[in-house]
């Protein structure tokens, strides 16, 4: 996948909602992944996700590439929302666990 602006992204509301939305997938997988079970679109940690990929817009520096930044976005979002609720979960806090 060739690299976008995420710099336009930034700025127009309507090409986020569209960016968001093509990459629903990937952050879903990416959530799943983290929190080693099957979600879907109705699961906290998928919101949790999608603000943290939503967020990773916001923060990317455009060095590198964008969907691994997204993705430790995503987990370390998906990590603080396990502490902050206590909840027990599979997932591993080890880096070497890492998707």
Do not use: W
């Amino acid at each position: 996948m060739p690299e976008v602006d995420l710099e336009e992204i930034k700025k127009n509301d309507t090409l986020r909602g569209s960016f968001l939305e093509e990459h629903r997938l990937f952050v879903l997988k990416t959530a799943s992944s983290v929190c080693k079970k099957h979600l879907d679109f109705s699961f906290d940690e998928y919101s949790v996700a999608l603000s943290a990929f939503n967020e990773a817009i916001d923060r990317y520096d455009q060095r590198g590439n964008f969907l691994p930044f997204a993705a430790r976005v995503i987990r370390t979002r998906l990590i603080d929302f396990f502490r902050a609720n206590g909840k027990e979960n599979t997932l591993s806090l080890d880096e070497d666990d890492e998707t």
